[in-house]
């Protein structure tokens, strides 16, 4: 249990990071836009880079400044198969204070670094922050119905373990508790949340409450209250 409280921060905060990164490099490719000089270059050359499983190209460009100096520069942005082929003519951003700080006028030399980083921090922060956003409507939905749900007694029935969930090879365990709706007839099972400790030894032979929504049984909580709390 500790070791998924932590994931889910430690996958929110990354998220968060990520997701501040991303736009410092739109504020940052933004500004450059608005602070640049603009002309036309010529792909020169194409860079090829090797990692381990893949080959990429980057487009080497030529271009000249307003005051006729001719600057070369290597794009920070790269792809197989590539996206300019030698010879081309290209749209170059630079700056006129620094013209080897300069960029093709695509998006993904533009904009490829914050969209990158921005999926990336989405996806991060969507896997940390919906599973913390559950615990809390949980928790919430747990506490209205302690306040203001029908309580019942129902009948322990077993202890079982949530198979469907797994942190470090271990699964919770769950109580299951059995009640017959006095309206309708009907037998309703009821499972706890779930458990890092098997409370079969801890459960005395007594009926265990349930809160329920009014007429609304499927919305419940298994109350558990009376067994001891786990170490931390």
Do not use: C
Not at 172 to 185: D, E, G, I, M, Y
Not at 195 to 215: G, Q, S
């Amino acid at each position: 249990m500790k070791a998924l409280s932590i994931v889910k921060y430690i996958f929110s905060t990354i998220g968060l990071g990520m997701l501040a990164g991303a736009y410092f490099l739109y504020q940052n490719t933004q500004s450059f836009i608005e602070s640049a000089a603009v002309t036309n270059g010529t792909v020169v050359e194409l860079v090829r880079s090797r990692s381990s499983d893949s080959t990429t190209y980057a487009p080497v460009v030529q271009f000249k400044t307003e005051n006729g100096e001719r600057i070369e520069f290597t794009s920070s942005t790269s792809s197989n198969p590539p996206s300019y082929s030698k010879g081309e003519n290209v749209e170059v951003f630079y700056l006129p204070s620094n013209p080897q700080k300069a960029r093709i006028n695509g998006f993904f030399s533009l904009w490829g670094a914050a969209l990158i980083v921005g999926l990336l921090g989405g996806a991060f922060f969507s896997v940390g922050g919906g599973m913390v956003l559950a615990t809390f409507l949980k928790n919430r939905k747990n506490e209205y119905l302690r306040k203001h749900g029908t309580p019942i007694s129902a009948k322990f029935q077993s202890v079982e373990i949530n198979r469907s969930l797994r942190v470090n090879g271990r699964s919770p365990f769950r109580v299951l508790a059995q009640w017959q709706n006095p309206t309708t007839s009907e037998i309703h099972v009821f499972k706890s949340n779930n458990l890092w400790f098997d409370p079969t030894d801890h459960i005395p032979d007594r009926d265990i409450t349930v809160f329920i929504e009014r007429n609304n049984p499927d919305t419940y909580f298994v109350d558990l209250s009376f067994l001891p709390k786990m170490a931390k």
